[in-house]
């Protein structure tokens, strides 16, 4: 039976429509929910306002995580690319990463398209000003028009439009990226309703005319003629063979002079910036005056599209004045006569302290509200894109009155992402890297589909169809690894030879195929050309074996300490436990732990600056079952 419904009631809205607020919408319509997605503005919906790329190291696995559960974002970008590229390929898997450059206007307008297109969803543009709270639960919006919107769950996804502000030199306005909109009555109702607001910085570089551009000084960056795709529904033989090139260059010493004589024209270093901005992606001043010793630094030059001249300056990320900027530019080699189309700024805006939110990010403070992306501390699409999915299905799960869904360290990458920002916190924006996973063995870029489409298909985002193809994909890699451990090698003149070109020590007996492939420079496709035998047919099929078998050793330790990870995270945590009441407990232990409220004993290890003995008291409290609750 069809709902039916008051033209301004929904079961989840989502606010903002940038990487987060896309995947959030889609991701609560496609679960049946009827869903509005509101946008400062239609024209900046999942654009990109600063590098016009996706993936990366960390990154690139997220992507392929939010696909794998039957998020949008690898389809995306799949269907915009501009060059595709497989990164740190002579290093071990863990660390393997897959990047794109975008076409940063068909990007915008395929998933504008998509979401268009999705039954259950409406889009549409309005500024929020307010939320709708009664006795600490949301339950609709209001605009700056005055219109009211009401709904069962409420997703904020604000970007850096909170209360934004731009600097570029001695010049700063109130703005949203790329000089939209800022939203600024919203931060003041959140900070009415309680929540403690933080405010963080980020920026991007200029943008030059590619036509102005010397190539011939700078190295070019070529994308791989091997097939990649972020989305596992991606097929091979659409795979682009026209891809465009980026190029690399470096800054010198004359930069260095001229970023050094205006540093007191720089708002990072006069103090009118007080916003923290990224550790990892910091400005081309903050790194010049921070890495003083170095005579150059890296600068990728990445075209915006296919139709256009704009190119990034990437990793020139500056607040500077204009015409600095261009005296910095043309130093550079390769961009002596560019000419810049646009200048870089900073900005600065407004994020929600994450340890406010469930690992559902729900927040903790009102009932049906969620937020994800930059607002909750983050940087970066890819970060925003799996909160979004995570804070989408969790709205309309909350609306449906099912229970909420999350991810664990050992899950995923978008587990451990939220993780660290529910547990610690940040004190900056948040970067997703390898070393934060402790499992990144088995968190890898090649392997997200087998760890998260059975979920994806319970939550009703994974087809039928796709589901049916994952699943032979499954018994196909089965029936590999049953194939190598049946297989045998003799140690024949053939094989004999092969180990000695690639400088092997020569078989003394018959091994099995897989003994046979732990050699580090054996390969499946050795293994088939040298017994006759056939494997698989799917590349991907064999490359999964390759890694499985090779690191058979260190997957298994990580396995272990996921076992024991989860007889942690087993043991619950009270969330009305007093823990003042607590003898023992160091004081910054209980300081944090009332804060936080972890849900389970694994959570409250990982707060920074509680010891294991803080731990062993509170285990030995909890599992004693008297408890003192917090008096309310």
């Known amino acids: 039976m069809i709902k039916s419904y008051d033209s301004n009631d929904y079961d989840v809205i989502v606010v903002g429509a940038g990487h987060a607020g896309t995947e959030a919408a889609l991701a609560s319509a496609r679960m049946g ?11 900046m919906v999942a654009f990109m306002p600063c590098n016009p790329s996706v993936g990366g190291p960390a ?41 794109a450059q975008a076409d940063k206007w068909q990007y915008h307008e395929y998933l504008k398209n998509v979401i268009e297109q999705t039954p259950h969803l409406t889009l549409r543009q309005a500024t929020v000003d307010e939320l709708i709270v009664e006795d600490g639960v949301c339950q609709g919006l209001i605009t700056n028009t005055g219109a009211r919107y009401y709904a069962k769950s409420v997703v904020l ?40 607001l933080r405010r963080f910085k980020t920026g991007t570089p200029p943008r030059v005319n590619s036509s102005t551009i010397d190539y011939t000084k700078t190295e070019e960056e070529p994308g791989d003629a091997t097939p990649r795709h972020f989305s596992y529904e ?9 891809q465009v090139s980026c190029w690399m260059t470096y800054t010198n010493q004359d930069t260095h002079k001229i970023i050094n004589a205006n540093l007191e024209r720089s708002p990072m270093f006069t103090g009118e910036i007080t916003g923290v901005g990224p550790r990892y992606c910091p400005s081309i001043e903050t790194k010049v005056v921070r890495f003083a010793d170095k005579p150059r630094h890296q600068i990728f030059l990445e075209p915006e599209g296919r139709n256009t001249n704009e190119v990034y300056v990437g990793d020139f990320s500056t607040s500077m004045p204009e015409e600095v900027q261009l005296q910095m530019l043309h130093t550079v080699a390769g961009l002596k006569d560019a000419e810049m189309m646009r200048p870089g700024y900073a900005i600065e805006y407004d994020v929600v302290d994450p340890w406010q939110l469930k690992h559902t990010l729900e927040t903790k403070n009102i009932k049906n509200l969620f937020t994800a992306g930059q607002m909750n501390g983050t940087s970066g699409y890819e970060e925003a894109a799996g909160q979004g999915l995570i804070a989408g299905i969790n709205a309309a ?37 390898t070393s934060r996973a402790e499992y990144r063995l088995i968190l890898r870029n090649d392997n997200a589909d087998l760890r998260l489409t059975d979920a994806g298909f319970r939550l009703g985002l994974i087809s039928e169809e796709r589901y049916s193809k994952f699943l032979a994909k499954k018994q196909q890699l089965i029936q590999a690894h049953q194939a190598v451990k049946t297989i ?28 046979f492939l732990r050699r580090p420079r054996v390969t499946v496709d050795d293994i088939e050309r040298l017994t006759g035998k056939r494997i698989s047919l799917e590349r991907y099929i064999k490359e999964q074996v390759e890694i499985n078998v090779k690191y058979a050793g260190y997957i298994k330790k990580e396995e272990q300490q996921i076992d024991r990870l ?47 003995a803080d731990i062993a008291i509170l285990s030995v409290y909890v599992q004693n079952g008297r408890y003192v609750k917090i008096q309310k």
Do not use: C, W
């Open 488 to 515: 045998t090698v003799h140690p024949d003149d053939q094989v004999q030879e092969f180990l000695k070109q690639i400088g092997e020590d020569e078989l003394k007996t018959a091994v099995k195929a897989d003994a």
């Open 59 to 99: 990154k690139g696995t997220v992507v392929r995580e939010v696909d794998a559960l039957g998020g949008e974002m690898g389809k995306a970008i799949d269907a915009t690319y501009i060059q595709m590229r497989m990164l740190n390929t002579g290093k071990g898997p863990a660390v393997q990463a897959l990047r």
């Open 234 to 242: 991606s097929k091979d033989e659409d795979y682009r063979t026209n």
């Open 397 to 433: 799960l909350r609306a449906a009155k099912q229970p909420g869904f999350t991810l664990g360290r050992d899950q995923a990458y978008i587990g451990v992402l939220i993780d660290d920002l529910v547990t610690k916190g940040t004190e900056e924006p948040y970067r997703l890297l």
């Open 157 to 196: 996804t604000t970007g850096t439009s909170a209360r934004g502000r731009i600097f570029i030199g001695e010049l700063n306005y109130s703005s949203g990226p790329n000089n939209t909109i800022p939203a600024i009555k919203l931060s003041e109702n959140l900070e009415k309703l309680g929540f403690k």
């Open 566 to 612: 989860h007889r942690q995270e087993a043991k619950q945590i009270p969330n009305d436990i007093d823990y003042a009441a607590i003898e023992g407990l160091a004081t910054e232990a209980r300081e944090k732990f009332a804060k936080i409220r972890p849900e389970t004993i694994a959570q409250a290890e990982r707060i920074s600056g509680v010891n294991p």
């Open 33 to 43: 929910q009827k869903t509005l997605l509101l946008t400062i503005s239609l024209d």
